[in-house]
């Protein structure tokens, strides 16, 4: 099979870390929700910062698969998605143990900043080796994209295209034909900014905002069209090491996004008075002569990508704008990893 290593279960359990990632050509809706199969390809900048660190035990003598957070028993429905997961990994496997999963989490939850891409690929790493799935980084990449789409590209580090497949032939050839893997850049010096407008969970998740948005928004598809033409522009920039087309792309690409969802039905709504304020002052910085482009993902949330040289002016400004609020200068992260576990 595609993407298969040979075996070497992690009879002790297995440890795992991964990054979020922030798209700046953006995921936005699944036309398989079952196989969490996208609409568009998508790209995606690794982070340096915010890593998930999950470990996984197999235990043969429970019944139930037992999942801390931050050293929090899960409930209700992370609980369901974890392990429905592992559920996923021990089909694969041909095995029945049930498994204990500790994960720490430092960024924020529900907040639009990619928390379940490096919660999942973290999990897939740690999962595949316990249960000695033997995948090479292609197979954990749609291993990933089953419990959260955007893990697929966390799997990679730097910047990652994430195939949306062909939307014809099996569910087995949709599958295999859905994964992430790295974007060559050229001379590429990037940061982004990160400013933490709204740490708390997000009214509309990004599931129901999604479904709403694709069923109801007569922008959508117009949008998805017009993503594959930024898509291609995008890796043509990032070849010629081009920040200031990068950033170009992706600030139009994830403004089209949130004007999907402020036209669906009833509007889905994430911007913020403090979203607008910060997208002002990168307006102004610009003005000035810096090279600063804002993306947002499903949450009131900004990031600025700008060159790693401009990133302390740039994090000022945005301070300046939001004071009070967190912000954060990030670069460009590593991929999954496995950190240790006992063979």
């Not at 911007?271 to 499903?298: C, F, I, W």
Request: glycine share 10%; aromatic share 4%; hydrophobic share 45%.
């Amino acid at each position: 099979m595609p993407g298969r290593r040979p075996r070497e279960r992690c009879d002790g359990g297995a440890t795992a870390v991964a990054h979020p990632n922030i798209a700046l050509i953006k995921y936005w809706g699944k036309r398989d929700e079952r196989l969490f199969l996208p609409w568009t390809d998508s790209l995606s900048m690794t982070l340096d910062i915010f890593p998930t660190t999950t470990r996984v035990r197999l235990d043969a003598a429970a019944g139930q698969d037992t999942v801390t957070l931050d050293g929090v028993p899960a409930y209700g429905q992370t609980l369901r998605r974890v392990t429905a997961f592992l559920g996923l990994v021990r089909e694969r496997a041909g095995l029945r143990q049930r498994a204990v999963v500790q994960s720490r989490n430092t960024v924020p939850t529900g907040a639009g900043l990619a928390s379940s891409a490096g919660g999942f690929a973290a999990l897939a790493v740690a999962a595949a080796a316990a249960y000695g799935l033997g995948l090479d980084a292609r197979g954990l990449s749609r291993l990933a994209r089953r419990g959260s789409g955007s893990a697929s590209r966390s799997v990679f580090g730097g910047f990652a295209l994430w195939h949306a497949g062909d939307a014809a032939g099996t569910d087995a050839e949709a599958d295999l034909a859905s994964y992430a893997e790295p974007v060559p850049t050229a001379g590429l010096d990037a940061a982004l900014v990160v400013a933490v407008l709204d740490a708390g969970p997000k009214e509309v998740s990004s599931r129901a905002a999604m479904r709403r948005t694709v069923a109801t928004s007569p922008l959508y598809r117009p949008w998805a069209r017009s993503s594959g033409e930024d898509l291609a522009e995008m890796r043509a920039a990032l070849l010629r090491g081009d920040l200031p087309a990068v950033g170009e792309i992706a600030e139009r690409n994830a403004l089209g996004m949130h004007a999907t969802m402020l036209a669906a039905r009833p509007a889905v709504r994430y911007l913020s008075p403090a979203t607008l304020t910060v997208l002002d002052s990168v307006l102004q910085l610009r003005r000035e002569g810096v090279a600063a482009y804002a993306t947002m993902d499903a949450g009131p949330n900004v990031k600025v990508l700008c060159a790693r040289a401009d990133a302390q002016r740039v994090a000022g400004v945005v301070r300046a704008a939001a004071p009070g609020r967190a912000v954060h200068i990030a670069g460009p992260g590593p991929g999954a990893r496995l950190t240790g576990g006992d063979r």
